[in-house]
């Protein structure tokens, strides 16, 4: 009898313990979506890292937005 006085219906599937059970994997050790995810992130700096590039090449003095923008593409590159 349980302690509360309630019981399992017929046919119920017991939950497992939180302790019992393994930590899943962040993307379940997909390698083609931390790939595809890495190359996303990439391109992205690229297409932060080319606008002031563009901008600074036509010899227009950069901004601190147009710095900024640099270097947070920059740092982005480097987190892959």
Not at 26 to 46: E, F, T
């Amino acid at each position: 009898m349980s302690p509360s006085g309630a019981e399992a219906a017929p046919g119920a599937v017991s939950v497992p313990e939180s302790g019992s059970a393994a930590p899943r994997q962040l993307l379940g050790g997909c390698w083609s979506c931390r790939l595809l995810s890495g190359a996303g992130l990439l391109m992205a700096a690229i297409w932060i890292y080319q606008g002031p590039r563009s901008t600074m090449r036509k010899g227009i003095p950069p901004s601190m937005g147009t710095i900024a923008q640099i270097t947070f593409a920059v740092g982005e590159g480097r987190e892959g």
